[in-house]
T-cell receptor
Framework: EDQVTQSPEALRLQEGESSSLNCSYT??????LFWYRQDPGKGPEFLFT???AGEEKEKERLKATLTKKESFLHITAPKPEDSATYLC????????????FGTGTRLKVLA | GAVVSQHPSWVICKSGTSVKIECRSL??????MFWYRQFPKQSLMLMAT?????????EQGVEKDKFLINHASLTLSTLTVTSAHPEDSSFYIC????????????FGPGTRLTVL
């Protein structure tokens, strides 16, 4: 069964304290892996799409990487405005356009 | 690019009434749109897949007659919650699939529905 697991569930960082969020997935085939940021009371905001192992994408303080089993979202020198829930989603090669979402990591960055 | 809007952003209605939520892709065409429901501090729960010009595909456990979905054009999908009850109160979010090569889903800002 296709599955996506994110860890940790919640993370508190001091401003400037770099860390990584993990997204482990089990799918028969991968079309794409997506990272989103969601602020309270808002819809998810698209961050990155990764398609193949070894691929990396960067945007400001965020860097996403992909292996055959997991993806990491690295946050370098985070700021309080990076506080949000980060969602990982997988698009499997199952013949539909549906994503499988993880439960998210709630990140809190303290000033 | 890739902006999705939802209207209304919030709505309060009385039990037994129907509520319609619109989802629009503003700068791209979307043959496929999705409707999600999200409970507090939980992840997204897919309700249905909406395909332009055809019937929606509902996930298991979602009542088709309660949550009516129409995808009449390449930029608009609507979700109508019929005979709403307090247990239908939730945060409803739509997404539109960008078919221009990436298959990325772009999400709307969400609609907060409160049924009294």
């Amino acid at each position: 069964e296709d599955q996506v697991t994110q860890s940790p569930e919640a993370l508190r960082l001091q401003e400037g304290e770099s860390s990584s969020l993990n997204c482990s997935y089990t799918v028969s085939g991968l079309r794409g892996l997506f990272w989103y940021r969601q602020d309270p009371g808002k819809g998810p905001e698209f961050l990155f799409t990764l398609y193949s192992a070894g691929e990396e994408k960067e945007k400001e303080r965020l860097k996403a990487t992909l292996t055959k089993k997991e993806s990491f979202l690295h946050i370098t020198a985070p700021k309080p405005e990076d506080s949000a829930t980060y969602l990982c989603a997988v698009h499997p090669t199952s013949g539909t356009y549906k994503y499988i979402f993880g439960t998210g990591t709630r990140l809190k960055v303290l000033a | 690019g890739a902006v999705v809007s939802q209207h209304p952003s919030w709505v309060i209605c009385k039990s037994g009434t129907s509520v319609k939520i619109e989802c629009r892709s503003l700068d791209f065409q979307a043959t496929t749109m999705f409707w999600y429901r999200q409970f507090p501090k939980q992840s997204l729960m897919l309700m249905a897949t909406s395909n332009e010009g055809s019937k929606a595909t509902y996930e298991q456990g979602v009542e088709k007659d309660k949550f009516l979905i129409n995808h009449a054009s390449l930029t608009l999908s609507t979700l109508t919650v019929t005979s709403a009850h307090p247990e239908d109160s939730s945060f409803y979010i739509c997404s539109a699939r960008d078919s221009r090569g990436t298959d990325t889903q772009y999400f709307g800002p969400g609609t907060r529905l409160t049924v009294l």
